[in-house]
T-cell receptor
Framework: GENVEQHPSTLSVQEGDSAVIKCTYSDSASNYFPWYKQELGKGPQLIIDIRSNVGEKKDQRIAVTLNKTAKHFSLHITETQPEDSAVYFCAASLTPYNAGNMLTFGGGTRLMVKP | DAGVIQSPRHEVTEMGQEVTLRCKPISGHNSLFWYRQTMMRGLELLIYFNNNVPIDDSGMPEDRFSAKMPNASFSTLKIQPSEPRDSAVYFC???????????FGQGTRLTVV
């Protein structure tokens, strides 16, 4: 089955700096790569996702890049703010379009943005 | 939309007792997932339903765990008998047909003493 590795496990940055979180996956058939943000006491919430036919996707201060050859993808957060502090999870799955997708999650990165 | 609703939010039970966790997916969503989150193992998929039918239960730890989805608006995850190592946060998530985004509930924090 799929295996997703995520690094670093903790990341501390100064407000305004950029943060980068990296993930690798093992199954070359995986074609969907979402990123989730989990705040304390809440469930994970999707913040951005990318499919294997796209190399990069951006949404305001967050962006995700995908390298299919190397089987890794990264989350980039620019101009970090204290409210970005949370645990971030990457995930990978093979998505049949007539059904939901079964996500394999990375281990999570605890991001702390210091004001 | 109220989102995915899970109950209870917290559950403390004694070892050996039966525990039932409940989930109401978002109306109109046809895929439902149960995940378990622990410090040691992170987020793990337990079981996946599509149109109320279990599609993949390979993540269910053992026979003590069972899940049902009697209709499109309700699912349960049952642990019988419960053990201390079952202590975790259990999440339910749902997805609409043809969409890949999974919407998670707030989770149920289970503590087995």
């Amino acid at each position: 089955g799929e295996n997703v590795e995520q690094h670093p496990s903790t990341l501390s940055v100064q407000e305004g700096d950029s943060a980068v979180i990296k993930c690798t996956y093992s199954d070359s058939a995986s074609n969907y790569f979402p990123w989730y943000k989990q705040e304390l006491g809440k469930g994970p919430q999707l913040i951005i996702d990318i499919r294997s036919n796209v190399g990069e996707k951006k949404d305001q201060r967050i962006a995700v890049t995908l390298n299919k050859t190397a089987k890794h993808f990264s989350l980039h957060i620019t101009e970090t703010q204290p409210e970005d502090s949370a645990v971030y999870f990457c995930a990978a799955s093979l998505t049949p379009y007539n059904a939901g997708n079964m996500l394999t999650f990375g281990g999570g990165t605890r991001l702390m943005v210091k004001p | 939309d109220a989102g995915v609703i899970q109950s209870p939010r917290h559950e403390v039970t004694e070892m050996g007792q039966e525990v039932t966790l409940r989930c109401k997916p978002i109306s109109g969503h046809n895929s439902l997932f149960w995940y378990r989150q622990t410090m040691m193992r992170g987020l793990e998929l337990l079981i996946y339903f599509n149109n109320n039918v279990p599609i993949d239960d390979s993540g269910m730890p053992e026979d003590r765990f069972s899940a049902k989805m009697p209709n499109a608006s309700f699912s349960t995850l049952k642990i019988q008998p419960s053990e201390p190592r079952d202590s975790a946060v259990y999440f339910c998530a749902s997805s609409p047909h043809g969409r890949t985004e999974a919407f998670f509930g707030q989770g149920t924090r289970l503590t087995v003493v």
